[in-house]
């Protein structure tokens, strides 16, 4: 039988998963190898120097579970993602190109009318959408800021609309008793001082991520970058001072194993000073620091006790774009997984260029807003657990109650490890007819399915004999057993004779979002490398008895985003042929 155990460490879920995103660590936490970049490591004095929101201060946050993300900005003009695919020339230590020189795009803003928008429109619609607080771009990496900045002339006031947006939408929200908050990126491809990155000075390391100095450490600012640290203290405290109370500052400059250090932020200092302004403020963790709570990015993370929030999009685009839009079952889906792994959702969508919201994107998150008016109880102010989600779908709990969320009725049943010292008293569907059926056998729970099965995800209510705390986890759980890493596509025997001069390919039979890999009963050190065409191999990481899986992932945006386009995989060892087993997970 297997064993179970309950787990009372904050950073649980960073020994079973490569989560995307920033996730803040201590220094001692274990986290796979392969994808520690996206993990910041702190040590415990750097993590107990710096400053927090308070449990009290974060309580409404953990609770509300669900925020509308406005994306919206020069990007709309063309109906493309926000800066990234616009900006023709980023600056270090981001690298690329996008579409438009600076002659084209800086010109969008005589363009600017926004003559259908309407600030509290689109806080009723996140409201009736179930939304509990709001999180608007203030300014991109594009530098054209959405307020009336007395620091540029490079803003939404200086066009034809001439009102002050941000005001706008923080009166709307304040009137609505809307929690509200700010995202501002410290990057700024227009500004002429921001320079965190001396290139002169300064090589971009093999990973083509981080920057190192000429003469080795870290690289050094250019001379200008003062005179930006210091615009940047003034707009910050603009923003902090103009607009009322501000509930949430999201910074967007992740720290990716280097690439933004928090000494090209000042951000001690910087969120230092905005806790003064705005006392009971919640900062996320993309200035470098620790922050409060952590920011996985287009992918449900997994199962921690600190805080943390999955920036999630309608259609996989930051701001609008006619690109079809994920389905409702899909979206709630991403919902309850983040809820069930003790995190929020921040929904991104973007208003059209004359800002207007886009009427079939209103309409699906106001049917997402209605199931969450039926089924709310069951997310809304809950923990996650007490059991790990996986595929079968996962758990929330609020005192003695817990709700079963179960997408997948394998052979009409699920069966989950009984929690030692406690009992169901009774159980009922929340969306499905019938009673409950359950038996306990073997130091596990098996629950039967109701004749019809909800679609989306059937809910069961549980009355336990006492109130349930922390989470239940199998001990040989494995990176991939959690939604966000799709299904096995791949399931197959390596026979020793099968290596061919320390090499084995093989062909999945088509081309698959590939997000995980996994070769088991190994004792060799295996080089794994990845290919659509078969002729062109790029190294996908380094699988060993210590770690035998890894993740694939893509760099897109500005994030790493779980999957990789993969056909063939190409294992390498120098060490004797033998046989195991190989997994591969797509999505």
Not at 199 to 214: E, Q
Not at 298 to 315: D, I
Request: aromatic share 14%; net charge positive.
């Amino acid at each position: 039988m297997k064993k179970f155990f309950y787990v009372a460490t904050a950073f649980l879920s960073l020994l079973f998963t490569t989560a995307q995103g920033q996730w803040s660590v201590l220094n001692t936490d274990n986290v796979p190898k392969q994808s520690a970049y996206k993990y910041q490591p702190f040590t415990k004095e750097q993590w107990n120097a710096s400053t927090f929101a308070s449990p009290q201060q974060m309580k409404w946050f953990t609770e509300a579970r669900y925020g509308m993300f406005i994306h919206f900005g020069l990007s709309a003009y063309v109906e493309k993602d926000i800066s990234w695919p616009i900006v023709k020339n980023y600056k270090a230590p981001d690298e690329g190109h996008g579409a438009y020189p600076d002659s084209v795009w800086t010109k969008w803003p005589s363009k600017f009318k926004l003559e259908n928008f309407n600030a509290r429109e689109w806080v009723q619609i996140a409201k009736d959408a179930g939304m509990k607080y709001v999180v608007v771009i203030a300014k991109h990496h594009d530098g054209f800021h959405m307020w009336d900045t007395k620091f540029s002339d490079f803003k939404i006031t200086n066009t034809p609309f001439g009102r002050d947006y941000l005001k706008e939408i923080a009166d709307a929200c304040h009137a609505a008793n809307m929690p509200f908050g700010f995202y501002y990126s410290q990057r700024d491809w227009h500004h002429p001082d921001y320079a965190p990155v001396d290139t002169s000075r300064a090589v971009n390391t093999k990973n083509g991520v981080v920057w190192k100095s000429l003469k080795g450490g870290n690289a050094i600012a250019g001379a200008t970058h003062k005179k930006y640290l210091e615009y940047q203290k003034n707009v910050v405290t603009e923003l902090l001072t103009k607009y009322g109370k501000v509930d949430i500052f999201w910074f967007d400059a992740a720290w990716w194993g280097g690439m933004f250090t928090a000494d090209m932020w000042d951000a001690e200092n910087l969120t230092g000073m905005m806790r003064k302004l705005q006392p009971g403020i919640i900062i996320n963790n993309r200035a470098s620091v620790p922050g409060d709570f952590d920011t996985p990015e287009q992918q449900v993370g997994r199962y921690q006790k600190r805080a943390w929030e999955s920036a999630l999009t309608l259609n996989d685009n930051w701001a609008y774009s006619p690109v079809p839009n994920k389905s409702k079952k899909d979206l709630l889906r991403e919902l309850f997984s983040c809820a069930q792994g003790n995190g929020n959702v921040l929904m991104s969508w973007g208003a059209h260029w004359d800002g207007r919201f886009n009427p079939t994107q209103k309409a699906l998150l106001l049917s997402m807003g209605e199931w969450l008016k039926k089924y709310g109880n069951a997310f809304y102010d809950t923990k996650g657990g007490p059991w790990m989600p996986g595929k079968w779908g996962g758990a929330t709990y609020s005192g003695s109650k817990v709700y079963l969320y179960v997408y997948d009725w394998k052979d009409g049943k699920i069966t989950l490890p009984a929690i030692p010292g406690n009992g169901i008293l009774k159980a009922k569907f929340l969306n499905a007819a019938g009673q409950v059926k359950f038996v306990l056998a073997n130091n596990e729970w098996q629950f039967t399915a109701p004749a019809q099965p909800d679609e989306i995800a059937t809910i069961i209510e549980l009355d336990m004999k006492k109130p349930v705390s922390g989470v239940l986890s199998n001990a040989n759980n494995s990176v991939f057993e959690g939604p966000e890493y799709g299904a096995v596509v791949k399931d197959a025997e390596i026979a020793a004779a099968e290596w061919k001069k320390g090499q084995h390919i093989l062909d999945l039979k088509k081309i698959y979002n590939v997000t995980g890999i996994g070769v088991y009963n190994n004792k060799n050190t295996i080089t794994v490398k990845v290919s659509v065409n078969g002729t062109e191999w790029k190294e996908a990481g380094v699988i060993n008895p210590d770690g035998n899986e890894i993740s694939l992932t893509t760099y897109m945006t500005g994030a790493e985003v779980l999957g990789r386009k993969v056909r063939y995989l190409q294992l390498n060892t120098t060490g004797e042929p033998m046989k195991g087993s190989i997994k591969v997970y797509a999505k």
